[in-house]
């Protein structure tokens, strides 16, 4: 097909959309809810008065469901406040990382903004525009209490798992290939899977970011221990789609004054605990 057709069939079938959408929105009164909003600063969002968050359920403690079942964390007190900042409320969208970290939902305009305990990566810069840093992390190897393993070398032989799409599977993926260790690597597709395969000895190691490992062993305590850790010096970003240079905007801009304010140290003592000296 010729590149002038399939810009007259997009043509017309986003004119049908729209006629489409009028004839809902005029039958419902409620068109705008349809076609998205603009805050007052002028920053366009999918959903009018809305602030629409993607992430991958679970992360604590930087997002998960608390006992009530609303979505709660490090990362959701953070884009509250930029929520806030835009006079709208945050909403929380649970999508498999894969779609988060590939650029898909936020250029599918399932969502404003990717909040998810994601690792600023080179890759990942080229498909999404991450805000500053928010937060720093390492990847920790967790192990049953008194089966503790101090180095992959160790792991030879024996199933080591990780969780799929992240980095803590890139590095160990990237430690096997370049050392030659015949480990067996296994992917979970979230970290609830990971961790239920440790706690049954279905691997005898597994490896995530360090602070989802501690939040782990407080709410689990006695069973798991981290047994090592390898220093990556990942920095976590918030992703826009690529080019959203407004919303990205109010994003920074709200990391920066609650950096001043003593928001972020606040929220910080909240879900991580004890910050490190800086
Ligand atoms: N920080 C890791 C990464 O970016 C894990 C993120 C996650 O699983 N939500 O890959």
Redesign the pocket.
């Known amino acids: 097909m010729s590149r002038m057709n399939m810009l007259g069939r997009g043509r017309r079938a986003a004119a049908l959309t729209a006629a489409v959408m009028l004839a809902i929105g005029g039958a419902a009164g409620c068109a705008k809810e349809d076609t998205g909003g603009t805050t007052e600063g002028g920053v366009a969002l999918v959903k009018a008065g809305t602030l629409t968050t993607c992430?991958?359920l679970p992360?604590a403690p930087?997002q998960s469901k608390d006992d009530s079942g609303k979505v709660v964390g490090f990362d959701v007190a953070l884009i509250d406040l930029v929520a806030t900042r835009l006079k709208v409320t945050q909403a929380i969208v649970d999508t498999p990382?894969e779609g988060?970290?590939s650029g898909a939902d936020l250029n599918s305009g399932k969502c404003d903004v990717a909040a998810?305990?994601?690792?600023i990566?080179d890759e990942?810069k080229k498909v999404l525009d991450f805000s500053d840093p928010y937060f720093d992390?390492t990847q920790a190897l967790a192990t049953p209490t008194g089966k503790e393993v101090k180095t992959l070398d160790e792991l030879v032989g024996k199933r080591l798992g990780v969780?799929g799409?992240?980095?803590?599977?890139?590095y160990i993926n990237t430690q096997v290939k370049d050392k030659n260790l015949k480990i067996e690597v296994v992917s979970y597709k979230?970290?609830a899977a990971l961790q239920q395969a440790l706690a049954t000895n279905q691997v005898v190691a597994a490896v995530?970011?360090l602070p989802?490992w501690n939040e782990y062993i407080k709410a689990n305590p006695g069973k798991v221990v981290v047994a090592a850790g390898f220093d990556t010096g990942?920095q976590?970003g918030f992703a826009v789609k690529k080019g959203n240079a407004e919303l990205l905007k109010a994003v920074n801009d709200a990391l920066a004054a609650a950096r001043t304010d003593g928001t972020y140290d606040k929220v910080y003592a909240e879900w991580i605990g004890e910050k490190p000296a800086a």
């Open positions: 992430t991958h992360y930087f990382f988060i970290k998810a305990g994601m690792t990566t990942r992390a969780q799409g992240t980095t803590g599977e890139e979230d970290l995530n970011d989802v990942e976590y």
